[in-house]
């Protein structure tokens, strides 16, 4: 029964991978830092079936201690700071864990006295100011945010790694993906709880940032299917993960609030000059006709779809909750 360690197991991808993993018949494991804060919600369902490991990507010798007593045949880079916003204003932390944690774990894989296939959760981030339309892997990288920059040193190290030690190690370069497991910071899940709440009653108005904004949204059950199918190639290589389309803030915004009958969608939304980043990243587009062509990769949910199984996810969540 092949062995899977999972960082970053508790947030959206990691719990979708781990389910992924468990249907295919694998022992999971998940990478999990002690806190008195309670943060396993997305994977209670998965509780009984996976075993957490104590660790933490700040620390070395926990990351060797793990994949000892884990001794995985993959493992799953996904544990980040996660939130772009937020680089901005915990910058060091930011790079820390979301570009030297990858160092540790890597050296932790190289370390070990048996093969291991590892997988980097690179990000569309990376590409920034965007040199191209639509970005490819060969499209040259130009971050905006101190997230950004960390992301382009956590897939150079890992391009070092595997050129430098023959590590089988892969980076998924993944464009915007989201579900109801979604964090509520994030922007369309931010969008899909307060149209529901707007719908019920419960909020009079939705806050958001810049509108116009332009992202490759896809959904996270998708996206972890390339992660492992990257992992099963006889030759490790990166891959770009998109759906090809393009879509704006305002257009998500528009979709939402129409699943649930409001069609004067302006009347709810307030832009707040707070929550605009000191560096925007205007257009993100993906190719990914490689990962299409070599992994026989295709997202099954539309964009369409994915708007509405979050607000529908939401209400029904809201609907049951009090106030």
């Given at each position: 029964?092949?062995?899977?360690?999972?960082?970053?197991?508790?947030?959206?991808?990691?719990?979708?991978?781990?389910?992924?993993?468990?249907?295919?018949?694998?022992?999971?494991?998940?990478?999990?830092?002690?806190?008195?804060?309670?943060?396993?919600?997305?994977?209670?369902?998965?509780?009984?079936?996976?075993?957490?490991?104590?660790?933490?990507?700040?620390?070395?010798?926990?990351?060797?201690?793990?994949?000892?007593?884990?001794?995985?045949?993959?493992?799953?880079?996904?544990?980040?700071?996660?939130?772009?916003?937020?680089?901005?204003?915990?910058?060091?932390?930011?790079?820390?864990?979301?570009?030297?944690?990858?160092?540790?774990?890597?050296?932790?894989?190289?370390?070990?006295?048996?093969?291991?296939?590892?997988?980097?959760?690179?990000?569309?981030?990376?590409?920034?100011?965007?040199?191209?339309?639509?970005?490819?892997?060969?499209?040259?990288?130009?971050?905006?945010?101190?997230?950004?920059?960390?992301?382009?040193?956590?897939?150079?190290?890992?391009?070092?790694?595997?050129?430098?030690?023959?590590?089988?190690?892969?980076?998924?370069?993944?464009?915007?993906?989201?579900?109801?497991?979604?964090?509520?910071?994030?922007?369309?899940?931010?969008?899909?709880?307060?149209v529901a709440r707007i719908k019920l009653g419960k909020q009079k108005e939705l806050c958001l940032g810049n509108l116009d904004a332009r992202r490759d949204w896809g959904y996270a059950g998708d996206y972890v299917c390339a992660m492992w199918l990257m992992l099963?190639?006889?030759?490790?290589?990166?891959?770009?993960?998109?759906?090809?389309?393009?879509?704006?803030?305002?257009?998500?915004?528009?979709?939402?609030?129409?699943?649930?009958?409001?069609?004067?969608?302006?009347?709810?939304?307030?832009?707040?000059?707070?929550?605009?980043?000191?560096?925007?990243?205007?257009?993100?587009?993906?190719?990914?006709?490689k990962a299409r062509e070599k992994l026989g990769w295709r997202p099954d949910v539309t964009f369409e779809g994915l708007v509405d199984v979050m607000v529908d996810a939401d209400l029904d969540f809201e609907s049951q909750t009090p106030d």
């Amino acid at each position: 029964m092949p062995r899977a360690l999972i960082t970053g197991i508790t947030g959206q991808d990691g719990s979708y991978l781990a389910e992924l993993l468990l249907e295919k018949g694998y022992d999971v494991y998940g990478l999990m830092r002690r806190s008195s804060v309670v943060t396993d919600q997305r994977i209670r369902h998965l509780l009984g079936k996976v075993e957490l490991l104590d660790g933490d990507l700040h620390d070395q010798l926990s990351l060797i201690k793990v994949i000892r007593q884990a001794r995985p045949d993959e493992v799953y880079n996904l544990g980040a700071q996660s939130f772009v916003p937020h680089s901005f204003a915990a910058p060091a932390l930011t790079g820390e864990v979301t570009a030297l944690g990858v160092t540790k774990i890597l050296e932790a894989v190289r370390l070990a006295d048996w093969p291991i296939r590892f997988y980097q959760a690179s990000s569309s981030e990376m590409f920034g100011k965007v040199q191209e339309v639509p970005q490819t892997e060969k499209t040259p990288f130009y971050p905006r945010s101190p997230y950004g920059v960390a992301k382009v040193y956590g897939h150079w190290i890992t391009v070092n790694y595997r050129e430098s030690y023959g590590l089988f190690a892969c980076s998924g370069i993944l464009f915007n993906h989201e579900s109801p497991r979604r964090g509520l910071e994030f922007a369309p899940r931010k969008i899909a709880r307060g149209v529901a709440r707007i719908k019920l009653g419960k909020q009079k108005e939705l806050c958001l940032g810049n509108l116009d904004a332009r992202r490759d949204w896809g959904y996270a059950g998708d996206y972890v299917c390339a992660m492992w199918l990257m992992l099963q190639q006889p030759e490790p290589d990166d891959y770009v993960v998109a759906t090809g389309e393009t879509h704006s803030v305002a257009e998500f915004a528009v979709l939402a609030f129409r699943r649930v009958g409001i069609e004067n969608w302006r009347d709810y939304v307030v832009v707040d000059p707070a929550l605009l980043r000191p560096a925007e990243v205007d257009l993100l587009i993906g190719n990914s006709a490689k990962a299409r062509e070599k992994l026989g990769w295709r997202p099954d949910v539309t964009f369409e779809g994915l708007v509405d199984v979050m607000v529908d996810a939401d209400l029904d969540f809201e609907s049951q909750t009090p106030d």
